[in-house]
């Protein structure tokens, strides 16, 4: 989910489109103002294994997870966030395939234990590092392959996209938390940034480093507000402020994200 405006599709929906060594992806049909072009699911599998990992299989569409489990075994289903466009065909896609289902939140695990921070997971052949980065919810992780080619890669969830900024979803997710994981991920230098909505990108440590501008300059914007306004002003005001060419379809989103600057700006611990 973002807080810029969406552009049409560059994929195709239900087409298996390789994005790294390890890696391929399939765009799930829901495309709109806070999916973008729609979820990337990823399939994750070393060469020769049978069988293979899906990262959020997205929501519950049964032609797209009839591709899914078409890609090979299905060992594993792990889960970015519990967003409903990443997680909502969990649990069935675990009865078609057998897979448990992992995520950082146990009620959104199937037969499968929650995922902790720093884990290291090996399956299909695949050496997968959970990282955990809360600040779009606090349940988001990101899973960094360190063997996918010479500079790695890391499937970034929601925290950081291939298209755009994420939104805080305030107030389960907070800026002193985002800040902390873009800081995280951009320790791990210029792995490929394979992102749950838009399109793959090079260097992660710039893309967060682009992130983190972004986010100073937001603060800076809110602060401006507040001064015409008053410290008193309510969320609507300075979202109305900061925010105003920012579509009534996701006006919902841009508040969250204006809260969650507001509480930070009082107390960013």
């Not at 999916?35 to 399939?43: E, M, P």
């Not at 500079?151 to 994420?166: A, I, K, P, Y």
């Not at 979202?239 to 107390?267: G, M, N």
Request: charged share 15%.
């Amino acid at each position: 989910m973002h807080d810029d405006a969406a552009v049409p599709p560059a994929a195709v929906p239900g087409s298996i489109e390789p994005t790294s060594i390890l890696t391929r992806r399939v765009l799930a049909p829901n495309p709109g103002p806070m999916t973008l072009d729609g979820t990337n699911s990823y399939i994750l599998q070393a060469p020769g294994s049978p069988s293979v990992v899906v990262v959020d299989p997205g929501p519950l569409d049964e032609a797209h997870l009839a591709v899914l489990a078409g890609a090979g075994r299905v060992d594993l289903v792990l889960v970015t966030h519990h967003h409903a466009d990443h997680s909502a065909a969990s649990a069935h896609f675990a009865e078609l395939t057998g897979a448990p289902v992992r995520a950082r939140n146990a009620a959104y695990c199937v037969n499968g234990a929650p995922l902790t921070p720093d884990e290291e997971i090996h399956a299909a052949g695949v050496r997968i590092r959970v990282i955990a980065t809360p600040g779009h919810t606090s349940d988001s992780v990101c899973f960094h392959l360190p063997a996918d080619g010479p500079l790695g890669s890391v499937l970034t969830g929601d925290t950081v996209l291939g298209r755009g900024t994420t939104i805080l979803g305030y107030p389960d997710g907070t800026l002193t938390d985002y800040l902390s994981s873009l800081a995280t991920l951009r320790a791990i230098g210029p792995a490929t940034v394979l992102p749950a909505h838009g399109p793959v990108l090079p260097h992660l440590d710039a893309a967060c480093e682009a992130y983190l501008i972004h986010r100073q300059e937001r603060l800076d914007q809110i602060r401006a507000a507040l001064a015409e306004l008053g410290a008193d002003a309510t969320v609507a005001q300075v979202t109305d402020r900061v925010y105003a060419e920012t579509d009534a379809a996701v006006r919902f989103a841009a508040e969250a994200s204006v809260a969650a600057q507001l509480a930070y700006l009082r107390d960013p611990r």
